[in-house]
């Protein structure tokens, strides 16, 4: 299973479809599960710290959990593909965190396993939703075997 928990809605109807559409493609694969945590709008420090306490109430004990961190460690579709395929023979759930405007809290990091970033470069929460499930899709993708753009 897949799960993502990320700080804030989507507004745009142009995203939501994109999201929709890859909920729906990634069905063949796994189950996925989308959570959305508030986004708080009081001062950046106090911000991190209640959106990390509404992120970790939806974190269980034995799952996986990587962190979505400018910091993080870049791999190219190849070896993310390996590494989910590794985490997913370990534990029974992967759980990706998308962080708030502020970045993740200490804690959220600390409860985390593994640190990914996709780039250097800052993305709309929003759209980085949809690029984080167009990867996951293409994970799917490239562990059985089958053709998909690159």
């Not at 959305?36 to 799952?63: A, T």
């Not at 395929?85 to 534990?91: G, S, T």
Request: with cysteine; net charge positive; glycine share 6%.
């Amino acid at each position: 299973m897949i799960k993502i928990i990320c700080v804030g809605k989507i507004k745009e109807k142009f995203y939501r479809e994109a999201i929709l559409e890859y909920e729906k493609r990634l069905q063949k694969y796994t189950k996925l599960e989308i959570i959305e945590v508030p986004d708080f709008s009081l001062d950046p420090s106090y911000n991190k710290e209640r959106e990390g306490e509404h992120i970790l109430n939806h974190i269980k004990e034995k799952e996986y959990v990587i962190t979505l961190n400018i910091k993080g460690t870049m791999f190219d579709s190849i070896s993310l593909s390996e590494k989910l395929q590794e985490i997913k023979m370990r534990a029974g759930t992967v759980t990706f965190i998308i962080g708030g405007s502020n970045g993740l809290s200490d804690a959220v990091l600390k409860r985390g396993n593994f640190s990914l970033s996709f780039s250097k470069l800052t993305f709309p929460h929003q759209l980085f939703r949809i690029i984080l499930l167009e990867q996951i899709y293409r994970s799917f993708k490239i562990e059985n075997n089958e053709s998909y753009h690159k």
